[in-house]
C-alpha cells in the first residue's frame, strides 16, 4: 500500500503491537497485578505470544511482574488517549449510537495523527475522561488555556446566567455526592438551563430547581447550546 | 417537637396488623402529607426536603382492611448516604409487604429511576403519582394506564393535601404487584444471577445492592461469604457497577417517561410566586429579602410575642386575674401552710411553674412555631440556605446546615435529630456542637429579646456580638481541627407554595401540644425539686457553694445559681428566671449582659443533651458538654470583667 506513505495507516502487525500495548496499558491503570492473567487477557484479545513480541521489542518486561518499559508506556498511554479521545467525539459531538463507539474508536485510535488527536482534545474542551469515566491521560494541549479555543464541552462552572446546554458527562471526585446529582436527574442528556451562579449555582432541569456549589459544577460537563452544536447535531 | 409516635405496634416493632406498607420516595414529593391522609395521624409536613428524618407508623385503611402504615424519610437511591437514608433503606430492604413509591408528577424520569430500583427488589409495588394537580397545571399529563402497563403494577394519581385519589389508593395497594425488573447490560445481569445463585430465595431483590457495593446496611444477617462474592464480582467490572445500574435505570426511566408523559400548554403555576421565587435565590434582592424575612421574624416573636404577649398574659391575666384567684382557692381550700407554699409560695406550683410556663413562655412558643411553620410550608428555608451556603463553608459546614441551626431556634432538641439529614459526620457532631453552644430555642431566645428589649441598646448589641463571634469562631476552629471535609453542597429547591391554612394550623397545634404535655410537666417537676431544696435548707448551701462561681467570676447576685440550675432542666426556664430578676430590678445592666451571654452560651437543656448522646454516641456528648461548660464559663466571666474594665456598673 502506497498510501501509508501519506497517511499512517498501520499494518495489521503495528496495529497489533499498539493494540496489545494500549490494553497492557489500561489493565494496569485499573490495578491488575496478576502477570499470568494479564498475559492471557492480552493474547486471547490479540494472539498468543504477542507479549513474547513485546518483550523481544523492548516494549514490556517480564520481572516479578509484567511492566511497561518506558517506550512500551508511552505508547500505551498515548493510545489509551486516542481512544478514549475519540469514544468521547463519538458519542459527543457525533452522537454515534452506543454500540457503534466502541467498535469505531477502537479502528479509530490507531489512524489518529498527533495533529488530529489535538484539534479533537482542543474542541472537546480537553475532557478529563471517557464515556465510560475512565480518565483521559491528559496531552500537552491541555495544559494550554482554554479560554481561546470555545470548546463545545464546558464544565457547567463556565456557564453564565441564562445559558442552557445538555449535560454531557459527570466526574466529580466525590462519589456520594454524584449519585445524589443523578438522582436528583442531573444525568447526561438532562437539558438544563443555568439560572445563576452565585452564591451558589441554581440549575433549572425541566421544572426542577437544583443547587449546587461551585466545586460540584466544576465536574459537570455541559455541552452548550451554540449553533455550531446544534448544525453538528442535526 | 415531636413528629412521631408508635402505636398498634409493641417496643419491639412487632405489629399485630397483618399488612405493612411503607411509603417511600424522593425528598419533598408529599409522603407525610400522604400518611397523614391514610392514617388520619399528623406528622409535620413542610416545603423542604429533609422534614421527616425517622420513620413513624401508623394505622389505615388499605384494600379493605386495617394496615400498618409507615411514613419513610426521602431517598434519593437506595445506596444511602446520610443517616436519615440510611433509615429507610433499611426499612424497605426489612420485606415490608407492600412498597407504595410516592412521586412527584412533575419530574416523572428521575422518580421512575427510582420505581424501578424498587422493583428490582421484588417487593409488590404500587406507584403513586402526587401533587398531579401541580404538574396538571404546568400542562403535564401521565398515561397512566399505559404507565402501569409498563411497569406492571398499578400507578394512581393523588394530592395528597386535599385527599384527592387516597380512595383509589387505598384500593391500589390490594393490586400491588412486583414491577418488571430492569435491564441491565449483559455483563451485570450476568454477575447478578451469580448473586442470586447465592442468596436465600425470599431476599434474592437484594442482589443489585449488594453488587452496587452499599456494604454496610442492607442485608443484615446474611453469610458474610454473599457480601465477599459481591466484593469479588464487584473488582471484575472496569467501572463501578453501582454507576452502570444506575445509568440502565435512568436512560429505561428516560424512555419509559418520554412515552407516557405529554406536555400541553399549562395554564401555569402563580407567575408572581414563580418570580419571587427566583429573587430570594438571587443575591440581590434575596439578601436584602432575607433580611427582611429576619427582621420579620423578630418583630412576631421578639416583640409581639415576648413583649406585648407576655406582658398582657403575665401583668394582667396571671398577676390581676389567675394568681391571686388561685391563691385565695388554695388558702380556702387547703389548710396546711406547707402545702399552700408548694402550691402558691415563692416556689409554688402555679406562682412559679405554671405562671412561667403559660405566662412567659407558651406566648412566645406560639408565635414562634406559627413563624417557624410559614417558613417551612412556604419553601423559604431552602431558598436561605442556598443564600448562607458560603457563609456555613467558613464554619465547615454547607448550606444544608441551614435547617438544623434553624430549627434549632425553635427546639434544639428536634434540630439534633434534624442532623441527620446532613452527609459527613465531621458535619453532624460541628452542629449538635454549635447547637449545644450558641443557638438558643425558641423559649429562651423569646425570654433573651424580652431582657433585651428591656435593657438598652448597647447590652443587647454586646449579647448578639459575643454569640454570633462565639459561632463563627468556635465554627471555624471546630472545623480545622475535626478531620474530613464537608461534603458538597447539593439541595433540591421546591417551588414556592402558598402555605396552607389548615396544614399550618394542624403543625401548630401538633407542635404547642408537645410543649404543653412534655414541657410543662417537666417545669412542674423542676419547681418541686427546687421547692424541696429549699425546704431542706439545701438550695442555701447550693447558692453558697456557686457563690464564687457566680458572684465572684461573673459577678451575678447569688440567687443566680438556682437560674442555672433550672436551665440545665429547661434552658427557657433559666432564662425566665433571669428575666423574673431583672423585672424586680435586681440586676445592673452588666450583670443582663453576663447574664444573658452565660445562659446561651450554657449546656442545652437535658432533653437536648440526651439526643445528642442518642444520636452522636456518649462519648461525643460527654466532649460536647464539657466543651461547652468551660467555654460558657471562659466567656462570660472574661465579658464580666471586660465590662468592669470599661466602667459597667
Not at chain 1, 517506550?71 to 459527543?92: F, I, P, T, Y
Not at chain 2, 394537580?133 to 404546568?138: K, N, P, Q
Not at chain 2, 473488582?235 to 454507576?243: D, G, L, T
Request: glycine share 8%.
Amino acid at each position: 500500500m502506497d498510501l501509508s506513505k501519506k497517511y499512517p495507516i498501520p499494518s495489521r502487525e503495528e496495529e497489533d503491537v499498539e493494540q496489545a500495548l494500549g490494553q497492557l496499558w489500561a489493565m494496569l491503570e485499573q490495578g491488575e497485578v496478576q502477570p499470568d492473567a494479564i498475559r492471557a487477557a492480552v493474547e486471547s484479545s490479540i494472539r498468543p505470544g504477542i507479549i513474547e513480541e513485546l518483550i523481544q521489542k523492548g516494549l514490556a518486561r517480564q520481572g516479578q511482574s509484567l511492566e511497561l518499559t518506558p517506550l512500551g508506556n508511552s505508547v500505551g498511554q498515548s493510545l489509551a488517549r486516542r481512544h478514549r479521545l475519540a469514544e468521547r467525539l463519538l458519542k459527543d459531538v457525533l452522537t454515534v449510537a452506543e454500540e457503534q463507539i466502541d467498535p469505531n474508536a477502537c479502528r479509530m485510535e490507531h489512524i489518529l495523527t498527533a495533529d488530529v488527536e489535538q484539534a479533537i482534545c482542543i474542541m472537546l474542551g480537553h475532557p478529563k475522561a471517557c464515556p465510560h469515566g475512565l480518565t483521559i491521560p491528559p496531552g500537552p494541549c491541555c495544559q494550554a488555556a482554554l479560554e481561546k479555543t470555545g470548546p463545545i464541552v464546558l464544565p457547567l462552572r463556565a456557564f453564565k446566567p441564562g445559558e442552557s446546554g445538555r449535560v454531557a458527562y459527570l466526574s466529580p471526585q466525590h462519589r456520594p455526592a454524584l449519585h445524589r446529582l443523578l438522582a436528583l436527574g442531573l444525568v447526561p442528556g438532562a437539558l438544563i438551563r443555568v439560572e445563576q451562579v452565585f452564591p451558589a449555582f441554581v440549575i433549572a432541569i425541566g421544572p426542577a430547581l437544583l443547587a449546587l456549589e461551585e466545586s460540584l459544577a466544576e465536574h459537570i460537563f455541559v455541552r452548550r447550546k451554540t449553533r455550531v452544536a446544534g448544525l453538528l447535531q442535526r | 417537637m415531636p413528629d412521631r409516635q408508635d402505636s398498634a405496634c409493641d417496643q419491639d416493632g412487632k405489629c399485630l396488623l397483618r399488612r405493612s406498607i411503607i411509603l417511600v420516595g424522593q425528598p419533598n414529593v408529599g409522603k407525610s402529607a400522604l400518611f397523614n391522609a391514610l392514617t388520619g395521624r399528623y406528622v409535620a409536613v413542610s416545603n423542604y426536603p429533609g422534614t421527616t428524618v425517622d420513620f413513624a407508623r401508623g394505622v389505615g385503611q388499605a384494600a379493605g382492611e386495617a394496615a400498618e402504615i409507615v411514613d419513610s424519610p426521602g431517598i434519593g437511591s437506595l445506596c444511602a448516604l446520610s443517616d436519615e437514608e440510611k433509615v429507610t433503606q433499611a426499612l424497605v430492604t426489612g420485606a415490608p409487604d407492600v412498597i407504595v413509591q410516592v412521586a412527584d408528577a412533575k419530574n416523572l424520569g428521575r422518580h421512575l429511576a427510582l420505581t424501578l430500583e424498587l422493583s428490582d427488589l421484588g417487593t409488590p409495588l404500587v406507584l403513586c403519582l402526587n401533587m398531579s394537580d401541580e404538574a396538571l397545571a404546568r400542562g403535564m399529563s401521565v398515561d397512566r394506564q399505559r404507565l402501569s402497563q409498563l411497569l406492571g403494577i398499578p400507578v394512581v394519581e393523588t394530592v395528597a393535601i386535599t385527599r384527592e385519589g387516597i380512595e383509589e389508593l387505598r384500593n391500589a395497594i390490594g393490586q400491588a404487584k412486583p414491577g418488571i425488573k430492569t435491564d441491565y447490560p449483559p455483563e451485570i445481569a450476568r454477575a447478578l444471577s451469580q448473586l442470586k445463585t447465592l442468596l436465600p430465595e425470599p431476599r434474592q431483590g437484594l442482589a443489585p445492592l449488594l453488587l452496587a457495593g452499599s456494604d454496610d446496611a442492607p442485608g443484615s444477617g446474611l453469610d458474610p461469604e454473599i457480601h465477599d462474592a459481591a466484593r469479588t464480582l464487584r473488582r471484575r467490572f472496569v467501572r463501578p457497577p453501582a454507576r452502570v445500574m444506575m445509568e440502565s435505570r435512568q436512560e429505561q426511566a428516560a424512555r419509559l417517561a418520554a412515552e407516557v408523559l405529554s406536555q400541553g400548554p399549562g395554564h401555569g403555576s402563580n407567575p408572581w410566586l414563580e418570580r419571587i421565587g427566583i429573587w430570594t435565590l438571587r443575591p440581590w434582592p434575596g439578601y436584602l429579602l432575607a433580611c427582611l424575612a429576619l427582621y420579620g421574624l423578630y418583630s412576631f416573636v421578639g416583640v409581639f410575642g415576648a413583649q406585648i404577649a407576655v406582658e398582657f398574659m403575665e401583668e394582667w391575666v396571671f398577676a390581676s386575674y389567675v394568681n391571686p384567684a388561685v391563691t385565695q382557692a388554695v388558702r380556702w381550700l387547703i389548710p396546711f401552710p406547707i402545702a399552700q407554699e408548694l402550691l402558691v409560695g415563692p416556689y409554688g406550683l402555679f406562682t412559679m411553674a405554671l405562671t412561667y410556663a403559660f405566662a412567659l413562655i407558651l406566648p412566645i412558643v406560639s408565635t414562634f412555631f406559627l413563624a417557624l411553620g410559614l417558613l417551612e410550608d412556604s419553601g423559604y428555608l431552602p431558598r436561605l440556605s442556598v443564600l448562607l451556603d458560603r457563609l456555613f463553608r467558613l464554619i465547615g459546614l454547607n448550606g444544608k446546615a441551614v435547617f438544623p441551626m434553624i430549627l434549632g431556634l425553635g427546639c434544639g432538641t428536634m434540630a439534633i435529630l434534624t442532623a441527620r439529614i446532613l452527609d459527613t459526620r465531621k458535619e453532624r457532631l460541628m452542629v449538635s456542637f454549635l447547637l449545644a453552644l450558641a443557638v438558643p430555642c425558641s423559649a429562651q431566645l423569646g425570654v433573651i429579646l424580652a431582657m433585651a428589649a428591656a435593657a438598652s441598646a448597647w447590652t443587647a448589641m454586646v449579647w448578639l456580638s459575643v454569640i454570633i463571634a462565639s459561632l463563627l469562631a468556635t465554627g471555624a476552629l471546630g472545623s480545622r481541627l475535626i478531620p474530613g471535609s464537608p461534603a458538597p453542597f447539593v439541595l433540591e429547591i421546591p417551588p414556592l407554595r402558598l402555605p396552607r391554612p389548615g396544614n399550618l394550623g394542624r403543625k401548630v397545634w401538633a407542635r404547642l401540644k408537645w410543649y404543653l404535655g412534655e414541657v410543662v410537666p417537666l417545669f412542674v417537676y423542676a419547681t418541686a425539686i427546687l421547692f424541696v431544696l429549699d425546704k431542706l435548707g439545701w438550695l442555701e448551701q447550693v447558692n453558697r457553694a456557686m457563690r464564687p462561681l457566680v458572684t465572684g467570676w461573673l459577678g451575678l447576685p447569688e440567687q443566680s445559681a438556682q437560674a442555672f440550675l433550672l436551665g440545665f432542666l429547661r434552658r427557657d426556664y433559666g432564662a425566665a428566671g433571669f428575666f423574673q430578676m431583672q423585672r424586680q430590678g435586681l440586676l445592673s445592666e452588666r450583670q443582663i449582659a453576663v447574664a444573658m451571654v452565660a445562659i446561651t452560651l450554657f449546656l442545652p437543656c437535658v432533653a437536648q443533651w440526651l439526643m445528642t448522646l442518642k444520636e452522636r454516641g456518649w462519648k461525643s456528648a460527654l466532649t460536647i458538654g464539657g466543651l461547652v461548660t468551660a467555654y460558657a464559663l471562659a466567656v462570660s466571666s472574661l465579658l464580666n470583667a471586660a465590662l468592669l474594665w470599661l466602667g459597667w456598673s
